[in-house]
């Protein structure tokens, strides 16, 4: 009983006193990462610690153990993270159904300008907003299964796709606005 209470304590500790050390050690690995995404990792790297401690051995190293877990589940979310390589003619037809999606039903007609400007608007994002982007809205994926795959919780990803399609939106108006001047 009192290595689970030692585990605990010893966690709680070096988490209260390493936790920005822990954020930069992600940043440092995961290229292209946001500050909000390391912080991510490290919060759930910590509750699957946390859920099993009292299950563990005495950690002697408590240091070596958190990094060796984190290192682990950065692992983890690269192996998921996989390129998709996809015909011209497929590429086109969902860019077209997302620019259905994104402005209506209206005549299904978009102008090639529009569809590059949604192209580029969607290039720009930040990785963690992209890929949620792409993975929802051209791959077909459920928030379920990107969350299985890369162990982000459901509403993480809900809110990533939510933040991202507004910011997508504020971008290409203010591109519409800048063209129009």
């Known amino acids: ?27 440092s690995k995961i ?22 401690a009292d299950d563990l ?3 002697n190293n408590i240091g070596g153990f958190v990094y060796s877990a984190i290192r682990n589940r950065i692992i983890d979310i690269m192996r998921g993270r996989k390129e998709h390589k996809y015909p011209a003619e497929e590429i086109d037809r969902q ?3 997302f620019a259905e999606a994104f402005y209506g039903d209206a005549d299904n007609s978009y ?15 930040k990785p963690a907003y992209r890929d949620i982007i792409i993975a929802i809205d051209f791959e077909g994926f459920t928030y379920k299964e990107i969350a299985e795959r890369t162990g982000i919780p459901t509403g993480t990803l809900m809110s990533r796709r939510h933040r991202a399609m507004s910011v997508l939106l504020n971008n ?4 519409k606005e800048s063209k129009s001047i």
Request: proline share 3%; net charge negative; hydrophobic share 35%.
């Open 31 to 52: 290229r292209n990462t946001s500050e909000r995404d390391a912080e991510d990792i490290v919060q759930d790297v910590a509750l699957r610690i946390y859920s099993r």
């Open 111 to 125: 102008s090639p300008a529009l569809e590059e400007e949604l192209k580029k608007a969607v290039a720009a994002l």
């Open 1 to 27: 009983m009192a290595a689970k209470t030692e585990n605990r304590n010893n966690l709680t500790t070096f988490f209260n006193e390493e936790y920005h050390s822990l954020r930069m050690y992600v940043q």
């Open 57 to 59: 051995n005495p950690i």
């Open 95 to 97: 860019w077209q159904d």
């Open 172 to 175: 290409l108006e203010n591109s």
